[in-house]
Each structure stands twice: as structure tokens, then as C-alpha cells.
């Protein structure tokens, strides 16, 4: 007998199913998928991996949403045990070994969800949203305090997820969630989602829309230094209905460009516009 190799891809069918796209494939022989790597990471809750980073060719930074008090901790993790409710959960997994060699917890004593993870040689940052007033931030934070209901937070630890570099909370009075997060290669955060804190929701000066559309709720658009330091940039994006960010991207010129959904008759339109009218 001999083996022989296979070009294969895999195809997204849903949320939830793929399936392998496989050239050539002579039916009256045995098939054998043999993936390099595969492993479960879980306690005894809920876990949902949020995003991940590959490093080189050994070793993937995993930014979880976990219910669970029994995952793995390093000697010198940050925050050896769960906060509350559900917490984030960042590992650093050796992909040859299935070990975990780095990993904290990160929350307060609600609901914690990761959004977004970055990587660079000074460490490691995640976007997401709590719903504790006691998340730990740090003092050079843009904001100390919990804005109530529900915001966004962004928080870097060093690359061993032993010190936390920053955090800050980023929302008002209501809800504030961000939906989907980036970063830029200088580690700058980008934030997007929607909010309902028609008054209090941080804005900068220099905001395209300072004033909030209406509705339910606005999108809106952050960028936070990459320090956590200061708020460079933030803005309402939305008309008098519901409008909401879904998807945000930067691209090399430092050009944000974000997605989503409106039902807003009067949403705001600019440029040479594919569609100018729902």
C-alpha cells in the first residue's frame, strides 16, 4: 500500500459547521483527515473562545468568556481565580505540548466578555465589556469608574499575563457594547458598537457626530491610545431609530472602516455613496 497526500480546504457552512473540500478523491480508497492540531480547553462551565492570535509556528494566545472556576492557572497569573459571574480568560497554549504555560483571569464580580485580542512584543490587550463596577483599571485610565449598565473596557497585561500595563472602562450611564474591536500595528484600540447613553457616552471634540441621533440606540466609533491613556477619538454614528456597528477595520493609512445595521431613514450619508436612500 502507499499514502498519498491531498490537496483539502475547509468551507464555513455556518455559525457553527464546516466541512472539508477535498481534490481528486478516489472514492474506492480509504480517506483520512489528520488534522495537525486539535485540542478541548473547558472547566466545568461555560466557555466560548472570543478571538485568538497564532505565534510562529508553536504556541496560540486564546481570549475566552468563561463561567468557570477551575480553569487552568499559571504559578503567577495576574488574577489567579474567577471574579464573578463570568470572567475573561486569556492562555497562551504550546501547540506541540497541548500545555497551557500562560493564562489569567480578568473581571470583576458580574459579566465579562472578550471582544477583540492583540499581541505585540509589549504585551497583550483585549477589548470587551463588563458589567462590574469593580473591574480593575489602573490610575492613568481615561476612566476609573463604572458608567452603569453595561461598557466597554479596554485592558493590556505583559506578555507573561503577570502585570496588568492598563485598563479603562469606556461608557456612560446606559448600555455600551462594544461589538466588535482592532487595533492598529502602534497597538492604538478601535472600538465599535452601540450604545444608549445618549448624554454621557464619552465623545472628543473633534467627533463627527457629537450629538446622538435618536432612537434606541447609535452606533459609535472609538480609538483609544495605545497606552489606555487617552481617548484620541470618539463619536455617535447613527440617525433617529436603531443603528448599530458590527464590524470595525483600520487599514494601513490609519483609515477606520466600520459596518453594521440602521433603520434609520435619516442615517448620515457622505461621499459618493453606493446607496443613498433606504
Not at 480609538?223 to 477619538?233: A, P, Q
Amino acid at each position: 500500500g502507499f499514502v498519498c497526500t491531498l490537496q483539502a480546504q475547509y468551507v464555513i457552512q455556518s455559525s457553527c459547521q464546516f466541512v472539508y473540500r477535498i481534490a481528486d478523491v478516489d472514492t474506492t480508497m480509504p480517506l483520512v483527515i489528520d488534522p495537525l492540531y486539535s485540542t478541548l480547553i473547558g472547566g466545568s462551565g461555560y466557555e466560548s473562545v472570543n478571538d485568538f492570535v497564532v505565534q510562529g509556528d508553536s504556541a496560540v494566545i486564546l481570549c475566552l468568556s468563561t463561567s468557570s472556576q477551575d480553569l487552568v492557572r499559571a504559578d503567577k497569573s495576574y488574577q489567579q481565580n474567577s471574579g464573578g459571574k463570568k470572567d475573561v480568560y486569556i492562555a497562551v497554549i504550546n501547540l506541540w505540548t497541548s500545555k497551557i504555560l500562560l493564562s489569567t483571569y480578568y473581571g470583576g464580580s458580574e459579566d465579562e466578555f472578550s471582544v477583540s485580542l492583540f499581541t505585540d512584543e509589549h504585551g497583550i490587550k483585549v477589548i470587551g465589556i463588563t458589567g462590574s463596577s469593580d473591574l480593575p483599571t489602573t490610575n492613568t485610565a481615561i476612566q476609573r469608574n463604572y458608567g452603569g449598565e453595561q461598557d466597554c473596557f479596554v485592558a493590556a497585561f505583559d506578555l507573561n499575563c503577570e502585570t496588568l500595563v492598563f485598563s479603562t472602562y469606556l461608557g456612560g450611564a446606559g448600555l455600551d457594547i462594544a461589538e466588535c474591536g482592532s487595533f492598529d500595528t502602534a497597538g492604538n484600540a478601535y472600538l465599535a458598537g452601540w450604545t444608549d447613553s445618549y448624554s454621557s457616552f464619552p465623545r472628543t471634540v473633534d467627533a463627527m457626530q457629537r450629538i446622538y441621533g435618536g432612537g434606541d440606540d447609535d452606533a459609535f466609533v472609538a480609538k483609544i491610545s495605545n497606552d489606555g491613556s487617552k481617548l484620541l477619538h470618539s463619536t455617535f454614528l447613527g440617525g433617529a431609530d436603531f443603528d448599530e456597528a458590527r464590524g470595525i477595520s483600520v487599514d494601513p493609512d490609519g483609515r477606520i472602516v466600520v459596518c453594521g445595521y440602521t433603520s434609520s431613514g435619516n442615517y448620515p450619508i457622505r461621499g459618493n455613496a453606493l446607496q443613498t436612500s433606504r
